[in-house]
């Protein structure tokens, strides 16, 4: 049972993590007028 526990609160924590990351970047191009290009960060 402490195994699954710790697994859920990773998770969480991971979730959390992700949501303000895009958030973060969210608000930046708003105030920036920056718009969304998908082609921004992949290499060919």
């Known amino acids: ?3 699954q526990l ?3 609160i990773g ?3 991971a ?3 992700v949501a303000r ?3 973060v970047i969210m608000h930046t191009m708003l105030k ?3 718009l969304f ?3 921004a960060g ?3």
């Open 1 to 3: 049972m402490g195994l």
């Open 6 to 8: 710790r697994e859920r």
């Open 11 to 13: 998770f969480k924590r």
């Open 15 to 17: 979730t959390v993590a």
């Open 21 to 23: 990351k895009l958030a």
């Open 32 to 34: 920036t007028g920056e």
């Open 37 to 39: 290009n998908p082609n």
């Open 42 to 44: 992949t290499t060919t």
